[in-house]
Structures are given as structure tokens and as C-alpha cells.
């Protein structure tokens, strides 16, 4: 959570933070500090999609010592794709990153999930279709092993809405 590769008190304090409402998460918080429960719900190897109180315990228990790296799920392979979410337009292209905890990959698939189309290259490029005829959704998918992350790309004819205005 804290970037410097291992499991802390430090951590934990950082996805209470985010649980009580303190903090923002990031994308990269969220796919890092969703570690209950263990099993995840639905299709998640691990976690609920949310930074709770729960995970904040458990990662302040494993910090301590008092869960061991099955209770906690240690030796899971997790996956997320970043960015998680981007609109695009016709033909327009977004590079998509692989967060991987867990040991390297021997190759990574990636995919598109939905009837919207598009393409996307072995290196993570997604190129959106050159006819988008109403605003619509497809998942890009990641698959490493048996573990799988996913980003939302919303297909909008206009493309991307304009920056927001600089402060100034």
C-alpha cells in the first residue's frame, strides 16, 4: 500500500484511513489493500472490491504476525489492469498496465469482453472500433494463469469528455 514492497502496520493505518473515509482511494489502493474476505466474493480470488475496516485488520494482523500467509492469502496471484476505467472514441487507442502481485507471469492474455468490439494487441493496446453508434460498454481483460483482472472502457461516439478547466 505504501509502495515499499511489504506488509506493515504502516499499510494498514493507510486502508483505515481509506475505510473511514479520510483518504481517496487510488485504483492501485484498491486492487493492493482489497484483501477480505479471503475467499473473494463473486469471481475475486480475493477481496470484495471494497477497502473496509476488515481489510485494514487483516493487513494489520498479517503485519503482526498473528495470520499466517494462507489465513491471509499471501500466496495468491492477483491481478488488476490500469487504468481501470476510460472513455473512448472511434479508433482511438488506450494503453492498458498489468498490476500483478504475486510471482511473474509466464505470459499474460488479454482480451475483449463485449458484443461493443474492439481490439487489443498482446502488448495491452486497446484500439476502440471505428463505428460506435450509441455509447456502450466492453471489459478488457487480462487473464495470467488462473487469476484475472479487468478495466472498463465506455465506447462513446463523441469520444472522451473535455478536460476540466486549469485552476487559475
Do not use: C, H
Not at 473473494?40 to 494489520?60: H, M, N, Q, S, W
Not at 491481478?79 to 488506450?94: A, D
Amino acid at each position: 500500500m505504501t509502495g515499499d514492497g511489504r506488509v506493515a502496520v504502516d499499510d494498514a493505518v493507510k486502508v483505515l484511513r481509506i475505510a473511514l473515509g479520510l483518504m481517496t482511494p487510488s485504483s492501485t489502493d484498491v486492487i493492493i489493500g482489497d484483501v477480505q474476505p479471503y475467499p473473494g466474493t463473486g469471481d475475486r480470488r480475493i477481496g470484495d472490491g471494497v477497502l473496509t475496516i476488515a481489510d485494514a485488520l487483516a493487513i494489520l494482523r498479517y503485519s503482526l504476525g498473528l495470520m499466517t500467509d494462507d489465513q491471509f492469502g499471501a500466496n495468491e496471484v492477483v491481478v488488476g489492469v490500469l487504468p481501470g476505467r476510460t472513455v473512448l472514441g472511434p479508433n482511438q487507442q488506450q494503453q492498458f498496465n498489468l498490476l500483478l502481485i504475486g510471482p511473474a507471469p509466464d505470459s499474460v492474455q488479454w482480451s475483449v469482453v463485449g458484443s461493443a468490439g474492439g481490439f487489443i494487441n498482446e502488448s495491452g493496446v486497446y484500439t476502440a472500433p471505428s463505428n460506435i453508434p450509441s455509447v456502450s460498454n466492453v471489459t478488457v481483460q487480462a487473464d495470467v494463469g488462473p487469476a484475472s483482472g479487468t478495466a472498463l472502457v465506455v465506447l462513446d461516439p463523441e469520444g472522451p469528455p473535455p478536460p476540466p478547466p486549469g485552476l487559475g
